[in-house]
């Protein structure tokens, strides 16, 4: 039976994997320890276009009703190739380390680890948005939150994490040496790699309502939008680093308080932490 391919989404989906590429195939044309400010600043850009990319090829199939299994694998392997595998490649090269130290195999390691767990959690999602299809209440609750952390957040934070490292600005703060930098990156790398796979809840954007009058909610946009059209324009690497991490700890408190108040409570219920499936 031909099955129907349709051209705009995977068109995107096409766009969104050729910037994890790019990203992959520029990095290693740098010699390792020379991923200069400006070459992590363009993977972060090229990394945030992908994941822009990323959320617009799902939204254009549900509207166009052009969802599709070729799309739906083909979106899967592109996340990661541009969230599992550049954040990756782009760490290695970033850091200064000679060949056959301790110190070079523990960030390989690290960067395993993260790559690993991030294509784990794509099968999870793919197997359990596969078991959920007619299934109403299963296909809501997944639209609530997500079970661990979403690989294009984890690959954001990885990036404005590796990019905040070497800001101009930001060495003026503090300094670190190339074994405290290589150590404290390839341990985020690794946390990172274990939020992917937990069994806690991270929040869809979707799912966030307040309840605000609708006066004092434009107000609040417009100052919110001021402040951060000026933080991306001249402080870029700080707010990424700060929005994205923002978000990580928000769903880590949530399930931590969830998990504080136990099963019996209906506080944060939707954060409730998944059980282990037995095989």
């Known amino acids: ?124 999602f793919s197997v359990r948005a596969t078991q959920a299809k007619g299934n109403v209440e299963e296909e809501a609750a997944q639209k609530k939150n997500f079970t661990g952390l979403p690989i294009p957040a984890a690959a954001i934070a990885a990036v404005s994490t590796n990019l905040f490292f070497v800001t101009p600005y930001v060495g003026e703060w503090f300094k670190l040496g190339e074994t405290s930098t290589a150590i404290t990156l390839t341990c985020i790398w690794a946390i990172l790699g274990f939020l992917m796979i937990s069994r806690w809840k991270f929040p869809s954007l979707k799912a966030l309502h307040f309840r605000v009058p609708s006066f004092h909610l434009v107000l609040l946009t417009v100052v919110f939008a001021i402040f951060l059209l000026y933080g991306l324009l001249h402080y870029f690497p700080l707010m990424l680093f700060g929005m994205t991490w923002g978000y990580i700890i928000l769903g880590v408190i949530l399930s931590f308080i969830r998990m504080i108040a136990g099963k019996k409570s209906k506080t944060l219920e939707d954060f409730e932490p998944e059980e282990e499936e037995s095989e």
């Not at 990394?47 to 509207?63: E, K, N, P, T």
């Not at 996340?79 to 523990?106: I, N, R």
Request: hydrophobic share 55%; proline share 2%.
């Open 1 to 124: 039976m031909r099955r129907q391919v349709y051209l705009i989404p995977n068109v995107i989906t096409a766009f969104a994997l050729a910037c994890g590429l790019f990203v992959i195939f520029k990095v290693n044309m740098v010699e390792p320890g020379e991923g200069s400010y400006q070459v992590l600043f363009t993977s972060v850009i090229l990394i945030l276009v992908s994941a822009f990319a990323d959320l617009l090829d799902g939204a254009i199939a549900r509207v166009i009703r052009a969802e599709s299994e070729f799309g739906f694998v083909f979106d899967s392997l592109a996340d990661a190739v541009s969230f599992g595998v550049a954040p990756s490649v782009l760490l290695l090269k970033s850091l200064s380390l000679e060949q056959g130290t301790s110190l070079s195999f523990f960030a390989v390691v690290g960067a395993m680890i993260y790559s690993i767990c991030g294509i784990l959690r794509l099968v999870r």
